[in-house]
């Protein structure tokens, strides 16, 4: 018996600390089945379309759509709700100060990109206080791809509890990004396709990106065949040092909503392990809305490091 047990715990996955990251699926796999019940993860599938959970999930997964963590405010849509409501749903889907999370969604290929609700859902995580979550490193395919089963049971997390502290420093606000831009060490990134940086999309009420801004699509970082999985850093350096985004610098992240930027931000601080790198929440959608539509844009440009 003794040395049964020795080989189960061999088997389950090293995990030293806290901390915030990926792990393989056949990693999450041998958490999520630890003799110990009280020893498993909370698991969160993050995807946005519900009857996507219920044609398959992780097992013990518990469904957290990334959109219910914002909503319209002072006209601006999709900004992130209050503490007040997001900690109720953070207890609500389990979320809890002592516990590993899992988080996954889908992915695989272009314009598929459910990876950024996962990425998301980490960033709030984080922002209030939860300091072990891991996204499982290429989603759902790749949980398929290991040969591992999806179920259609479901699954609901007890009432968690979140740590007394938060991490707001995390996030940035307008404020921060006018007082960053343009500074000695300090650089901007805009997280979006190359076509809206530049302008030439249908989608925003104005055109363009935040004047000092360069140009690093997410996808870059992300394995072409499957766009839930990352890139290794040592893929990456020479692509982001070539664009200038480097460790020594301070780093905020924008996108169009933040999806996109929390990738970014992800990336740079959880995988590159990057020590300064923040995201602008409110994101292109509240900058071009501010001040009476006032504040300045750009349109054109090229993806920096290309």
């Given at each position: 018996?003794?040395h049964?047990?020795?080989?189960?715990?061999?088997?389950?996955?090293?995990?030293a600390?806290?901390?915030?990251?990926?792990i393989?699926?056949a990693d999450?796999k041998?958490?999520?089945?630890n003799?110990d019940?009280?020893?498993r993860?909370?698991?969160l599938?993050?995807?946005?379309?519900?009857k996507?959970?219920f044609?398959g999930?992780?097992p013990t997964?518990?469904?957290?759509?990334?959109d219910?963590?914002?909503g319209?405010d002072?006209g601006v849509?999709v900004q992130y709700?209050p503490?007040d409501l997001t900690?109720?749903l953070?207890?609500?889907?389990?979320?809890?100060?002592?516990?590993t999370?899992l988080v996954?969604?889908t992915?695989e290929?272009?314009p598929n990109?459910?990876?950024l609700?996962?990425t998301m859902?980490?960033h709030?995580?984080?922002?209030?206080?939860v300091k072990?979550?891991r996204?499982?490193?290429?989603?759902?395919?790749?949980?398929k791809?290991?040969?591992?089963?999806?179920t259609q049971?479901?699954f609901?997390?007890?009432?968690?509890?979140?740590?007394?502290?938060?991490?707001k420093?995390?996030?940035?606000n307008?404020?921060?990004?006018?007082?960053h831009v343009?500074?000695?060490?300090?650089?901007?990134v805009?997280?979006?396709?190359i076509?809206e940086?530049?302008?030439?999309?249908?989608?925003w009420?104005?055109k363009g990106?935040?004047?000092?801004?360069i140009?690093?699509h997410?996808a870059?970082l992300?394995?072409?065949?499957?766009?839930h999985?990352f890139?290794?850093?040592?893929?990456?350096?020479a692509?982001?040092?070539?664009a200038?985004?480097?460790?020594?610098?301070?780093?905020?992240c924008?996108?169009?909503?933040?999806?996109?930027?929390s990738?970014?931000?992800?990336?740079?601080?959880?995988v590159a392990?990057y020590?300064?790198?923040?995201?602008?929440?409110g994101?292109?959608?509240?900058?071009?809305?501010?001040n009476?539509?006032?504040l300045?844009?750009e349109?054109?440009?090229?993806?920096a490091?290309?």
């Amino acid at each position: 018996m003794k040395h049964i047990l020795l080989s189960v715990l061999v088997a389950l996955p090293l995990i030293a600390k806290a901390d915030i990251g990926v792990i393989s699926p056949a990693d999450a796999k041998a958490l999520i089945e630890n003799p110990d019940a009280s020893k498993r993860p909370i698991v969160l599938d993050t995807r946005g379309g519900y009857k996507d959970y219920f044609r398959g999930h992780l097992p013990t997964a518990h469904h957290l759509s990334f959109d219910t963590l914002r909503g319209t405010d002072e006209g601006v849509p999709v900004q992130y709700l209050p503490d007040d409501l997001t900690k109720a749903l953070l207890i609500r889907a389990g979320a809890d100060k002592d516990r590993t999370h899992l988080v996954y969604a889908t992915g695989e290929a272009l314009p598929n990109d459910e990876i950024l609700s996962s990425t998301m859902v980490v960033h709030v995580l984080e922002k209030f206080g939860v300091k072990d979550v891991r996204i499982v490193d290429g989603g759902l395919p790749g949980w398929k791809a290991a040969g591992f089963e999806a179920t259609q049971e479901y699954f609901g997390n007890p009432p968690g509890h979140l740590p007394a502290e938060s991490n707001k420093g995390i996030a940035a606000n307008i404020a921060d990004v006018q007082a960053h831009v343009g500074k000695p060490g300090n650089i901007l990134v805009d997280a979006r396709p190359i076509n809206e940086f530049r302008g030439e999309d249908i989608v925003w009420l104005r055109k363009g990106h935040i004047p000092g801004a360069i140009s690093f699509h997410w996808a870059r970082l992300m394995e072409k065949d499957n766009t839930h999985k990352f890139k290794p850093f040592s893929e990456t350096k020479a692509a982001l040092e070539k664009a200038g985004i480097t460790a020594d610098k301070n780093i905020i992240c924008y996108c169009g909503t933040s999806r996109e930027g929390s990738l970014l931000r992800f990336y740079l601080k959880h995988v590159a392990g990057y020590p300064n790198v923040r995201l602008y929440e409110g994101a292109w959608k509240e900058y071009v809305w501010l001040n009476g539509k006032s504040l300045p844009a750009e349109t054109g440009g090229e993806p920096a490091g290309q």
